[in-house]
Every structure is written in structure tokens, then in C-alpha cells.
């Protein structure tokens, strides 16, 4: 090999090194997980105070029940849609369910979560989704964690389990 | 003209050639390292603003001044609007306890959603015009109304300024 060749061979080491290394520092500097932690206790934080400001709320429904005695009734009454007759002539199921999709929609919708997508599921014993919720596209990704929130059917020993999982979690 | 001289001026072009592609990748590399540098410390800003909210979020969540009680016991995640809106008269008259001590560099609002939808600023720093805000930090939170007894649906929304 000639002296010229040899040094063009060095060059282009030289060259791919570089680039290796700058495609290195980019990936680093930009590809990085921005606020990792704030954004999972964010989110956690989110999810938890959600649900359980959910169940403290006057349904609007009757003048003394709060959303999770709507929700309870629904879930042991699930197939004649509730027994509790609300001011407006819904049943318990039917109005939760508009007023909890109401609240998510002013609330987690506005918030950007429509962007990452999420899922709202309320599951009454044996196994019936009671109520269902989704928005956002989450064919995109399924990367979401949840914990169920439990309330106890009472006299029975079954419970409700309600799940809110931002990121999608396959819950339909 | 003599070949020594030819071959002298060719290596000092060369030399020159080198120099001007050194100064040229230096010039690259130093506009590179100060658009990362700058990028970084943009983010890290964010990270503080948004840790700052969070602990600003915090200490909201333990003011005695308008958390709900139930025969002296605290309502954990509610706050009660009457006491809210008492709150609300009273921060004017002690800007500077509230200021440096609670609220720091924050805007903060109270929103009400359901049954009854209501917006309350509770706090929000002297000059923000020139200050840039950080993405809100929301959390929901139960707002107790004693007037019509009702517990509405609300959150908190916590925006530091830099």
C-alpha cells in the first residue's frame, strides 16, 4: 500500500471514531430520561390521590351519596344497573359512569395524559368491567403499572377492585 | 524558479490548510459543547422546578390553615373552600411569612371540577413576566364545601417560576 493510501485509511479511522463518539454524546445528552424520579412519584402521586378523591365526591346523584356508594351499588347490582334511582332518573352505574368519564376528561384529558394514554377500569366480582374508560392512542404502548384500589362489597366478601394506569396496561 | 522553493511553499500551504481545518473542527466543537451545555442546564433547571414544586405541593398538603377537620382530626388530601377562602383574604397581610416560608417563587390555584366548578388563586409572586414557569404540577384533592355540604372533586396546581 502506498504512503497517500495510508494516510486516507488513517483518516477515515479517524473520522468514524469521531462520529462514533459524537453519535455517542448526542444519544447520551439527548435520548436521557428527563426527571426520572420526579416523574414516577408524579405519576404515582397522581394516580393515587385521583382515585381516592374519586371515592370522597358527592355524586350530584342524591344529596348524600358520594361516588363510591354509587360505585358499590353498582358492583353488587350490576346487571339492573344499580338500584340507587338518582334525581335525574339514571341509575347508579349509568351515573357514575357519565360523571367519572366527565371528571377524567377535565382533568387527566387537559392534563396531557391523552398524549401518553390511560385507562380507567372498575371490576365488580365475578369478573365484569362495570366500568371502562380509555383515551388516548395505547396500541402505541402498553408500559403502564397499576395497583388495584379495593373497596370491600360489604356483607359479602367480595370487592371492587377500580385501576387507573397511565401508559395503558391491557385492562379491557 | 528554483524546485526547493516550490516545495517550501507547497508544505507551508499545507500547513496553512491544516491549521484553517484544526481552527474549523476546534470552532465546531466549541458551538457543539456550548448548545449541549446549554441544553443540560436547561434540563436540570426543569428538574429543580419540578422538585421544587413537588416540596412546595408537600408543604400545602400540611397547612393546618386549610386542611379539613373532623372533630380536631385531620382529613388526610382534603381542604376545606370556607378556610380556603379565609386564607385567601389573609395572605395579603402576611405576603412575607407566605412568600419566603410557604409558597416561595409559585403560583398556586385552587380548582374545583365537580359538583361545582370554581378557580381560586391562592397564591401568585409579585413580578412574573420576565420569569419562566415550570409545567404545572397538579394533584388531585378533595375540597370540602361546609356551606352546602358537598365534597367536590378539585386539584392543586403548583407552578414555579425560576
Known sequence: MKKSQMEIVGLLIIVIIISLVLLFVLKVVFTKKSTDTTQSYEQSKLV??????????????TDDTTLKDLLVDCAKNPFTDGTILCTDGKKSCSYANQTIVYLLQQTLDQWGFKETGYEFVAVAPPNQNIIYYQSGNLNASMGGETTPFSLRLYPSQQNLYVY????????? | MPTIVLKAQLKTGETIIVMIIFFILLAGGMVFYAKISSYTSKQQQEENQDVNA??????????????CTTDAVVIFDC???S???????????????YESIIFKNSKVTITSVYPTEDEILLFEPGDTNQSMSSQPFRTPVTLYDPVSDTTNFGYITVEVYS
Open chain 2, 54 to 67: 413537588i416540596s412546595i405541593e408537600q408543604r400545602i398538603r400540611h397547612m393546618s390553615e386549610i386542611a
Open chain 2, 79 to 81: 381542604y376545606d373552600l
Open chain 2, 83 to 97: 378556610k380556603i377562602h379565609a386564607l385567601e383574604q389573609v395572605i395579603p397581610n402576611h405576603n412575607l411569612y
Open chain 1, 164 to 172: 387507573l394506569c397511565v401508559g395503558g396496561c391491557g385492562l379491557e
Open chain 1, 48 to 61: 393515587e390521590s385521583f382515585v381516592n378523591t374519586l371515592f370522597q365526591t358527592s355524586s350530584g346523584c
